[in-house]
């Protein structure tokens, strides 16, 4: 069963982790399912060492792992804060290798931020045939654009896949 945890927002503006009992997954008719996942693996800490971003990376790898997501979509892949974290994204290569049997898309252009959301795939089952990045902005196609309040540019990575085994195609 998959387990997943839920962060809640607490009245004095902290987070904590919530725990929710597993969900058993749904009957099927013998269609192959498709397993998904959403993470958030931010690691802010420009002054951390290597070796700490290394052992962030192996912890997240290992959730990634245990739970087994034919796909993964991955949050604020970054190792600090917009526009330091540009220079060097040690984090992502540290995933990477944690990761060796995903797939990654990270599209980026002419974005500098096009690696901070990245989405993992099985390769054996999917195959992209299309990715981009859609920028919450009046000008969504512009990299890079800020728009709606805030302050920093805000994206979303986004991929068409075909997935083998079903011949149809999936978009996330």
């Keep these: 069963t998959l ?7 607490v009245l004095a503006g902290a987070c904590r982790t919530v725990p929710i009992s597993p969900v058993a ?13 959403s993470y958030n693996v931010r690691y802010a800490d420009l002054r951390a060492e290597r070796a700490a971003i290394r052992e962030h990376a192996a912890a997240a790898s290992a959730d990634i792992r245990e739970r087994g997501p034919d796909i993964a979509c991955l949050q ?5 804060i917009y526009p330091e974290f540009v220079r060097s994204n040690f984090f992502r290569r540290a995933l ?3 990761l060796p049997d995903y797939a990654w898309i990270a599209p980026t252009g002419t974005s500098r931020l096009g690696d901070a959301n990245a989405i993992l795939y099985d390769p054996d089952r999917f195959m992209p045939m299309r990715q981009g990045l859609h920028w ?11 728009g ?4 920093l540019p805000r994206h979303v990575a986004w991929a068409l896949f075909h997935d083998a085994a079903t011949d149809r195609h999936l978009f996330v």
Excluded: K, Q
Aim: proline share 12%; charged share 20%; net charge negative.
């Design 96 to 98: 990477v290798d944690e």
């Design 76 to 80: 604020e892949v970054m190792t600090g």
């Design 136 to 146: 919450f902005s009046d000008t969504p196609m512009t990299p890079d654009t800020r």
């Design 3 to 9: 387990g997943i945890t839920l962060v809640a927002a």
């Design 148 to 151: 709606w309040g805030n302050t």
């Design 25 to 37: 997954p749904p009957e099927t008719d013998g269609t192959p399912t498709v397993r998904l996942m």
